[in-house]
C-alpha cells in the first residue's frame, strides 16, 4: 500500500524567501507528526497533530515556522523568511493514532536547501 | 520526556548476533520503549516496540530490564543491510524526542 509521502523531495531557495512542504499521511492515520533533521544528527520533533488540530507544537523553533492540516489527513508546513540556518531534511510521519504504544511510519522527507 | 543513552558507535561481522545497548535510568512508568532504524539517505524505520516484557519480531527482539532503567535491542544475525543508525526512544506521549542514536557498521 502507498507510504507517506512527501513533496518536493528537494527545495532551493534564497534567504528570506517563503517555502511550503507537503505531507501526504497514509489514508486513515489520525495523527501526523513533522521533524527536522540536520546532517549528523537526530530527528528533531517539530510538531504533531491529532486530527485537525496541532497537539503539541513546542518543537516548532519560532514563529517563522507555521504547520496546518486543515482536512485532517494532507498536512503543509511553512515556513517564512527563510534563513540559512532552515537548511536540513524535513521528516513527515504518520501513525494511526497518536498514542504512545503505535508506530511512526515516515516519508522520505524533503530537503530543503536556503542560499 | 525521559532521556536516553546509547553508545555513539558499534561494530558487527556479517551473520553475527549484535545487541545494541540502551540505557533510560529517569524512564517513568507509561514510557514506552521504541527502536527506531535510519538507512542512508532514508527516513526513520520501526523496529520495535515494548513496555515491560521482552518482545520479538521479525525484524529483532527487544529485551528490557527487569527494572526498566535500560534494554538492549537484538539482530539475531547482522546483514549488511541493517548498517545503520538505530535510536532507542521513549515515548509516554504523541510526539517522539529522538537522540543521536547507535551507528551500526556490519563488516562482511
Known amino acids: 500500500g502507498a507510504g507517506v509521502s512527501q513533496t518536493p523531495s528537494n527545495k532551493v531557495t534564497e534567504k528570506g524567501k517563503y517555502v511550503e512542504l507537503r505531507c501526504d499521511p497514509i489514508s486513515g492515520h489520525t495523527a501526523l507528526y513533522w521533524y527536522r533533521q540536520s546532517l549528523g544528527q537526530g530527528p528533531e520533533f517539530l510538531i504533531y497533530f491529532q486530527g485537525t488540530g496541532a497537539a503539541d507544537d513546542s518543537g516548532l523553533p519560532n514563529d517563522r515556522f507555521f504547520a496546518v492540516r486543515p482536512e485532517g489527513s494532507v498536512s503543509t508546513l511553512k515556513i517564512q523568511r527563510t534563513e540559512r540556518g532552515d537548511s536540513a531534511v524535513y521528516l513527515c510521519?504518520?501513525?494511526?493514532?497518536?498514542?504512545?504504544?503505535?508506530?511512526?511510519?515516515f516519508g522520505p522527507g524533503t530537503r530543503l536547501t536556503v542560499l | 520526556d525521559a532521556k536516553t543513552t546509547q553508545p555513539n558507535s558499534m561494530e558487527s561481522n556479517e551473520e553475527e548476533p549484535v545487541h545494541l545497548p540502551c540505557n533510560h535510568s529517569t524512564i517513568s512508568g507509561t514510557d514506552y520503549i521504541h527502536w527506531y532504524r535510519q538507512l542512508p539517505s532514508q527516513g526513520p524505520e520501526y523496529v520495535i516496540h515494548?513496555?515491560?516484557s521482552n518482545v520479538n519480531n521479525r525484524m529483532a527482539s527487544l529485551a528490557i530490564a527487569e527494572d526498566r532503567k535500560s534494554s538492549t535491542l537484538i539482530l539475531h544475525r547482522a546483514t549488511l543491510r541493517d548498517a545503520a543508525v538505530y535510536y532507542c526512544?521513549?515515548?509516554?506521549?504523541?510526539?517522539?524526542?529522538f537522540g543521536a542514536g547507535t551507528r551500526l557498521t556490519v563488516k562482511p
Open positions: 510521519a504518520s501513525s494511526l493514532t497518536g498514542l504512545a504504544g503505535v508506530e511512526q511510519f
Open positions: 515494548g513496555l515491560t
Open positions: 526512544i521513549l515515548r509516554s506521549l504523541g510526539d517522539m524526542r
